[in-house]
C-alpha cells in the first residue's frame, strides 16, 4: 500500500496559483492510478484531476478545464497539481488519493484506496 502525504496548500488571492504536492510513500509508486479531489463545506467530494499509471493520460473537471495541470514524477514517487486562475469557488480541501486496481483512470472517491489527509486552499475574492 501507498501513504499519499499533500503539502502547498494556502490562501491566495483570486487569479492567483498554487502548487499542490502529494508524496507517495509504501509500494511501487508507478503502479498506482493518482487523483487530486477537493470537499468544500456542505458539498460531495469530487475528483477535480487524475492521471493514469505512465502519465500518458489524465482526467479533468470542467470546472478546472484549462486552470488546472496534473502531472506526476514516478522517480520521485510524487504527484502535482499546478492550480493556475484560482477562483473563490475553488476553495476547499484538496486530497490526494491512489488507486491501485487497474491503470483506468477512475473519478468516483470510492474507487480509490488509500488517502491523504488533505490540505486547505483558500481563495479569496
Known amino acids: 500500500q501507498v501513504q499519499p502525504v499533500e503539502s502547498g496548500g494556502g490562501l491566495v488571492q483570486a487569479g492567483g496559483s498554487l502548487r499542490l504536492s502529494c508524496a507517495a510513500s509504501g509500494r511501487t509508486f508507478s503502479n498506482y492510478v493518482m487523483g487530486w479531489f477537493r470537499q468544500a463545506p456542505g458539498k460531495e467530494r469530487e475528483c477535480v484531476a487524475a492521471?493514469?499509471?505512465?502519465?500518458?493520460?489524465?482526467y479533468y473537471a470542467d470546472s478546472v478545464k484549462g486552470r488546472f495541470t496534473i502531472s506526476r514524477d514516478n522517480a520521485k514517487s510524487t504527484v502535482y497539481l499546478q492550480m493556475n486562475k484560482l477562483k473563490p469557488e475553488d476553495t476547499a480541501i484538496y486530497y490526494c488519493?491512489?488507486?491501485?486496481?487497474?491503470?483506468?483512470?477512475?473519478?468516483?472517491?470510492?474507487?480509490?484506496?488509500?488517502w491523504g489527509q488533505g490540505t486547505q486552499v483558500t481563495v479569496s475574492a
Open positions: 492521471i493514469s499509471r505512465s502519465g500518458g493520460d489524465t
Open positions: 488519493a491512489a488507486r491501485f486496481t487497474s491503470d483506468e483512470i477512475r473519478t468516483s472517491p470510492g474507487a480509490y484506496g488509500y
